[in-house]
C-alpha cells in the first residue's frame, strides 16, 4: 500500500474537464515528481488532493478515504506549498515560520523554529527583516520552511524552481534533497523536468490531464521521448 493513492480522478471547471481520471501512488519517504507543461493540470492535481477544489475518483491516505475538506487535510498532515511564494509581507520572517506552526506550544516553536533555520541557515541570518524585502530565491525558502513548520507527513510543492536564477534553483532542490533525507514524504510538482527527474525516485508525466508516462527518475531522464519533449533535447 502506498501512501497516498489516486485513482480515476477527474476534476472539472464548468462543463471543461482538466483532469480525466488519473492514477498515482505517492510512496512514503520518497519523492514522488508530477511534470507536464503549462495547463497540463498539475497545480489541479495538488488542489484536488488540498481539498481546495471539487473532484471525483478516490484518494486514500495510509489506507483511508481522505477527506475533502481542506481544514482536514491540512490536520492529516498534508500540507501545500502553492505555486507564486506568497509570504506575509509586513511581517518579519519569523513571525512568518511561526504562523506555520504545528503546536502552541513555545517550547515546540522554538524547537522547530531551530530545526528550520539548521536547514536555512539564510534564513537565520534574515530572521528580524521583513519577509516582503527577501530575494525570490529567500521567499521560496520561507514558504517551504513554513510548510514544515506543520510537521507534514507529505509535502506538496507547486513549481518551487519557477522564475529562479539556476544557482537558486539548485539550492532548492537541494533543500528537497535534505527533506526527503529527515523522513518527510516530498510530491514535487515542476516544469522543471530535468532537475527534478535527477531528484526524484519516481515520475508522472501529464499532458492535457493524462498520465502519459510513469517511471523511475532515471528512467525517465534517459527515455529518449521524454528528452525531445521537457529536456530540450532532440531525438
Ligand atoms: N479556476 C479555473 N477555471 C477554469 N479553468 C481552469 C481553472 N484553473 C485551471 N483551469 C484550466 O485547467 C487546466 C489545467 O490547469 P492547471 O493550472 O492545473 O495547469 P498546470 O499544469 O498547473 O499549468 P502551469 O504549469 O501553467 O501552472 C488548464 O487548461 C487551465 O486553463
Ligand atoms: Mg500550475
Not at 43 to 72: D, Q, V, Y
Not at 113 to 130: G, I, M
Not at 149 to 155: N, S
Request: proline share 3%; glycine share 12%.
Amino acid at each position: 500500500m502506498s501512501l497516498l493513492e489516486i485513482r480515476g480522478l477527474k476534476v472539472s471547471y464548468g462543463y471543461v474537464e482538466a483532469l480525466h481520471g488519473i492514477d498515482m501512488d505517492i510512496e512514503e519517504g520518497r519523492v514522488t515528481a508530477l511534470i507536464g507543461s503549462n495547463g497540463a493540470g498539475k497545480s489541479t492535481t495538488i488542489k484536488a488532493i488540498s481539498g481546495m477544489i471539487r473532484h471525483s475518483g478516490s484518494i486514500t491516505f495510509s489506507g483511508k478515504e481522505l477527506p475533502s475538506s481542506s481544514n482536514k487535510v491540512v490536520k492529516a498532515g498534508i500540507i501545500q506549498i502553492p505555486e507564486g511564494r506568497r509570504v506575509f509581507a509586513g511581517l518579519s520572517v519569523e513571525e512568518n515560520l511561526k504562523l506555520g506552526a504545528y503546536s502552541l506550544d513555545g517550547k515546540t516553536i522554538k524547537e522547530d523554529l531551530e530545526r528550520q533555520y539548521e536547514l536555512f541557515p539564510r534564513l537565520r541570518e534574515r530572521s528580524s527583516q521583513d519577509a516582503g524585502t527577501l530575494s525570490g530565491g529567500e521567499q521560496q525558502m520561507l514558504v517551504i520552511a513554513r510548510g514544515l513548520m506543520a510537521h507534514p507527513k507529505i509535502l506538496m510543492l507547486d513549481e518551487p524552481s519557477l522564475g529562479l536564477a539556476p544557482i537558486v534553483v539548485n539550492e532548492v532542490f537541494r533543500i528537497i534533497e535534505s527533506i526527503k533525507g529527515a523522513g518527510t514524504t516530498v510530491l514535487l510538482v515542476e516544469q522543471n523536468a530535468n532537475t527534478s527527474l535527477k531528484i526524484s525516485d519516481y515520475a508522472y508525466v501529464l499532458e492535457n490531464g493524462h498520465i502519459v508516462k510513469e517511471g523511475t527518475g532515471s528512467s525517465l531522464l534517459s527515455d529518449p521521448a521524454i528528452a525531445a519533449a521537457y529536456l530540450g533535447k532532440r531525438e
